[in-house]
């Protein structure tokens, strides 16, 4: 451990690690497995298009979400604008969606022929709430609501769904980092009339890239498969437009060894979300996400809030400091979507958004997933300490 702020490699010290931590989950898989795999898949011939691992793994999904249909996508920007697409919501027509999200998330509506009305969120979860969505509804041509289950916290799920019940306005999530998670014991899948998820390298369900359309409603679902499979794939339904999307045999060899994992995977990350938390619990300035006791969560990103004032330090310095030692802290997400083209330039650009703003500014992850051990967090928890402690002299030092 540095005993001097000279020994920080931002000063010119050795790097705390010789291998890069990243904030992202990188599960992988058992490699002879999945060369098992991917061998029956090169003797059958069968490489994408809703093959057999495809719809085991379509299978699985519904077992560990207890839905009815999931529809296995490439990714889980593409399966919003599907979601989107099947819901059948008027072109051009406004959708109310949080600005603190991935860029994805909102540019998968425009791509969808939609436009972003932006909400803000609460400052413990990070989701859009009753109170941050209803004053939006007096805009004229909101067509739907899309929530975005952040870190995997639910949205005010129970009271989004009144203002459906209440406007007629449809509810929609993207779960995208939510695989798995509960909101009193009910998955995450279930709420809205339809969620989406992600299933990039960096989740902690992953398929390389890849993404879920999870839903009860059939009729829904046959729309969602007709318009993502360019009408290959069962029943054909009336749809707006297609685009294909499928899901290939490769990415579902890699989703089926990692839903096997997955409650160990889960149980991994809490361990870790709570070694974090404990070492870095009396910190002055720096506050984890709670994830609260009514959700079943899955632990896979480890948030933290920096308050400048408090701390001594900008988070952003923290993170530059972080990231000479190899410890690839990350922001997020930097310019939120409403500062982001094309929004910045369009009427949409003008919303006020108090809490947004604020997390902008704090908010960042720490490295986590089956690559940080132990001992990696003691580490990085030990050298934050000594960070804070050294704020001052670390300020006087900058050559800026
Ligand atoms: N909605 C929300 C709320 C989302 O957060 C996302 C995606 C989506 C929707 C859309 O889902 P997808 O279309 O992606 O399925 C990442 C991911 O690309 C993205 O999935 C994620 N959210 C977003 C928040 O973050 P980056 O640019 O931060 O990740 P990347 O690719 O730089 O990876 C992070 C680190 O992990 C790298 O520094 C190195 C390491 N890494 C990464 C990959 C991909 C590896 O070691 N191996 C790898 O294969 O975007």
């Not at 604008?81 to 051009?92: D, E, F, Q, R, V």
């Not at 400091?321 to 982001?340: C, D, Q, T, V």
């Not at 094309?342 to 704090?362: H, S, W």
Request: proline letters at 4%; aromatic letters at 10%.
């Amino acid at each position: 451990m540095k005993n001097n702020i000279k020994e920080l490699a931002f000063f010119g010290g050795e790097r705390l690690f010789n291998i890069l931590l990243p904030v992202g989950q990188i599960n992988v898989p058992e490699y002879e497995r999945f060369k098992a795999l991917a061998n029956d898949i090169f003797d059958r011939k069968h490489y994408a298009s809703h093959g057999e691992l495809t719809l085991e793994f379509e299978d699985n999904f519904s077992k560990l979400t207890g839905m009815k249909n999931s529809i296995a996508v490439t990714n889980g920007t593409v399966a919003i604008s599907i979601a989107a697409k099947a819901l059948n919501l008027p072109l051009k027509s406004k959708v109310i969606v949080p600005s603190f999200t991935f860029i994805g998330t909102v540019q998968a509506l425009t791509w969808a022929g939609l436009e972003p009305v932006f909400a803000d969120i609460d400052l413990e979860t990070h989701t859009i709430t009753y109170e941050t969505v209803a004053p939006l509804l007096k805009n004229k041509n909101i067509s739907a609501i899309l929530g975005v289950h952040l870190w995997g916290n639910p949205c005010d799920v129970t009271r989004l769904d009144e203002i459906e019940q209440q406007y007629g306005i449809p509810v929609f999530y993207d779960a995208a980092h939510a695989v798995g998670s509960a909101y009193k014991h009910k998955s995450l899948a279930s709420f809205g009339h339809c969620a989406t998820f992600s299933l990039h390298a960096t989740k902690v369900l992953q398929a390389a890239e890849g993404g879920v359309i999870c839903t009860d409603d059939d009729e829904l679902a046959e729309r969602i498969r007709n318009i993502g499979s360019s009408y290959g794939r069962r029943r054909q339904v009336p749809i707006p437009m297609v685009i294909h999307s499928c899901f290939s045999e490769l990415q579902a060899a890699m989703a089926l060894l990692s839903i096997e994992k997955f409650p160990e995977y889960v149980t991994n990350n809490k361990h870790r979300y709570l070694l974090y938390k404990e070492k870095l619990k009396n910190i002055a300035g720096l506050s984890v996400i709670e994830y609260d006791e009514s959700m079943q969560g899955n632990y896979q990103y480890v948030v933290f809030r920096l308050n400048e004032e408090k701390f001594g330090l900008s988070r952003d310095l923290l993170v530059e400091i972080l990231s000479k030692e190899n410890i690839i802290a990350r922001r997020y997400f930097i310019p939120a979507a409403h500062k982001s083209i094309p929004y910045i330039n369009m009427e949409c650009a003008k919303a006020k958004l108090p809490n947004t703003e604020l997390l902008i500014q704090e908010v960042f992850q720490l490295p986590s997933g089956q690559i940080v051990s132990d001992e990696h967090i003691e580490q990085i928890c030990e050298l934050i300490f000594f960070i804070q402690q050294n704020a001052e002299a670390i300020k006087k030092n900058l050559k800026r």
